[in-house]
Structure formats: C-alpha cells, structure tokens
C-alpha cells in the first residue's frame, strides 16, 4: 500500500458538517489522520466555533494544541453564498461572505501558523471556486472572496515556505452539494454545458485532491491552484 506520509496527523478541518468539508474531513479520517471538524454547531461530531470570531479561533487552535499536541494540516472549507447582482447587493450580503469565506481564513491561518511551523509536515489547503478566478455575474462578492483566498494562500505559500509549511488551494467547479442542488435547473445545467466530463463533481472529488495536497506526494507543491471542475475552466 502507498504510504501518503498523513497516518497520525493532526488536522483542523472547517465547515466540516457538510458538503466538500465533510468529505475532507471523513476521507482524512480513513488514511488515518485525527481529524477536528469544525463548524458553526455541533452537527455531525463538529467543534462548535464561529470561524469568523477571532476569539473563538484562537480558542479552538489552543484546544486543538492542547488535546493533539499540534496542527499539521489546516482545510478551510466553510464557505456561503449571498448572490445578486452588483446593483442590488446590500451591506451585508457582501460582509458576510466575505467574513465567512475570506475574513476566516485569515484569522485561522495566523493562529495555526506557529504551530504549522513547528510541524515536520504541515499543509495548509484552501478551498476556494473557479469562480474566485473567471468571476461570475451575481456573485461579485463570492468570486472576490474566493480570488482573496488565492491570494491569501500563494502569500503564505511564500512566507512559510522556509518553515516547510505548504499552503495551496483548491478551486473546485459545480459540485454537487446542498447549495449547488437547490440552484435552478436552468444554471445547473449551463454548468454542466461548460465541463468537458458533460457531468457535475461531488464533494468526494475535491476530498481526494485536497488529501494529496496534504499528503507526501505533494511534498514539493506549494503556492498552486489546482481546478476540480470537470473542464469548466480550461484556460
């Protein structure tokens, strides 16, 4: 058996209760890794943790440390959606999803970062969208949270690079999850016109990627955006 170098890791994984977070979480937890899911509540197992409060951040990486031992791997996967046109965005459609998707990112990434630096095989993975790189009309505010978790994680790809953290992202396409099944019928299906598979994803195809990203076969990968979308995006 191939030995992917994660058996007996520690990693946090967010938005954990559902969706593209679930799959991580469950198909690092069958190669062995001790995972902490986490989510707004305790659904599924979860930690509780609001990602976007900086207090309780700090407090969930303390217990991680302090029940593990240490953080290896960190899966930012929590992500919401506010969609409407520019014009008719309010306040707060666009400051919560980027509080969610972008502002948490941040603050979880600077409290493991001591910790990742100190592990021998730390990983950092970022769940983001092809959105985040083509845009999307009616999604202003998702596709820039997502471009920001591109360039969130090539900067700390270059700032922990010398410690051996390696931080990359995942830019998935239409993947079949609670959010994307509720769409209409009409943009599923332009979605689906776009890939060159003619199918939409599932959430256990983004898991894989982001298990290798985590793993030792991509030991000498770091600062990359790797697509999950079927061809969406060939570019």
């Not at 030995?3 to 679930?22: E, F, P, Q, S």
């Not at 999307?136 to 090539?154: D, E, P, V």
Request: hydrophobic share 45%; glycine share 12%.
């Amino acid at each position: 058996m191939l030995d992917l170098g994660v058996k007996g890791a520690v990693a946090v994984v967010t938005g954990a209760a559902g969706g593209i977070g679930k799959a991580i979480a469950e198909t690092l937890t069958a190669e062995g890794v001790n995972v902490v899911g986490v989510d707004l509540s305790d659904a599924n197992g979860c930690v509780a943790c609001d990602v976007t409060n900086r207090g309780q951040v700090d407090a969930l990486v303390q217990s991680v440390i302090d029940e593990h031992g240490g953080v290896d791997f960190l899966i930012h996967a929590a992500g919401i959606t506010r969609d409407n046109v520019l014009w008719k965005l309010e306040d707060d459609d666009w400051s919560s999803v980027m509080r969610v998707n972008l502002d948490a990112a941040f603050l979880l990434l600077r409290a493991a970062s001591p910790h990742l630096r100190a592990s021998k095989r730390a990983s950092v993975v970022m769940i983001t969208s092809i959105n985040g790189q083509r845009g999307k009309r009616g999604q202003s505010n998702y596709a820039a949270s997502k471009a920001g978790l591109i360039g969130l994680a090539k900067s700390g790809a270059r700032e922990l690079g010398r410690d051996g953290v390696r931080v990359n992202a995942v830019a998935p396409g239409l993947i079949d999850t609670a959010m994307t099944l509720n769409l209409p019928e009409k943009v599923r299906a332009t979605a689906i016109a776009e890939t060159v598979l003619c199918k939409s994803g599932t959430p256990e195809d983004v898991a894989g990627v982001a298990l290798f990203l985590c793993s030792s076969l991509a030991g000498h990968m770091t600062g990359q955006v790797l697509r999950v979308d079927g061809g969406q995006l060939i570019a």
